[in-house]
């Protein structure tokens, strides 16, 4: 699996070998391996999710590249969401499949998403459709599900990509809402479908 900013890529190898004894066998063998880890961009990374094209005070690149959405009273006057509505961020970002690596059916990886409040994963506790992550149009597949949706995913090939929205539907919260919905969100994509609802 994939998660959305960690690269793997494996560097010289290097061995050393124990003491050789008459039959050809061998006590003990201690190798070493190198290994190189990169962290990318949000915009570069296997999955990337890229504000760029449509940036704004809610959705942006910080100077890290790393994305983000603050509907918190931070960049703004304004410190949230409105009770009893549905509020809609258009086109915030783009979401890129980048890998190459594939196993689902017709060669297509999923993305999926997490929904945490406080460290906890809230995703199947929220009532279903509050906090959604819906394409503009459609996925690559045709498919416009929520990544959020349990045991839904969106299915990407490589180098397919979508722009996304963001719903946030508080008509559905008692009382119309209060307090924090959530503050982290983790995007999950995987070669095989399957996987992304492991996670």
Do not use: C
Not at 4 to 17: E, K, N
Not at 22 to 28: K, R
Not at 125 to 152: K, Y
Not at 175 to 187: A, K
């Amino acid at each position: 699996m994939k998660r959305r900013t960690v690269i793997l890529g494996m560097g010289a190898l290097t061995a050393g070998t124990g003491t050789i004894l008459g039959t050809g066998a061998f006590s003990s063998v201690e190798a070493s391996r190198s290994v190189s880890v990169t962290v990318a961009d949000d915009s570069a990374a296997y999955l990337a999710l890229d504000a760029t094209e449509n940036s704004t005070d809610f959705v942006d690149q910080d100077e890290t590249g790393q994305f983000r959405v603050r509907l918190d009273g931070s960049v703004t006057a304004g410190e949230g969401v409105n009770q009893n509505a549905v509020t809609r961020l258009a086109e915030a970002f783009t979401l890129r499949y980048q890998g190459s690596n594939v196993s689902g059916p017709h060669d297509r990886g999923a993305v999926s998403a997490r929904l945490f409040a406080d460290g906890e994963d809230v995703t199947e506790t929220l009532p279903e459709d509050v906090v959604q992550f819906v394409p503009t149009e459609s996925w690559p597949d045709g498919g416009q599900s929520d990544l959020t949706a349990p045991v839904r995913a969106a299915s990407f090939g490589p180098g397919e990509s979508a722009r996304v929205d963001i719903v946030l539907d508080t008509t559905v919260l008692e009382d119309g809402g209060s307090g924090t919905l959530l503050d982290q969100v983790v995007f999950v994509a995987a070669a095989n479908p399957f996987d992304v609802h492991e996670f």
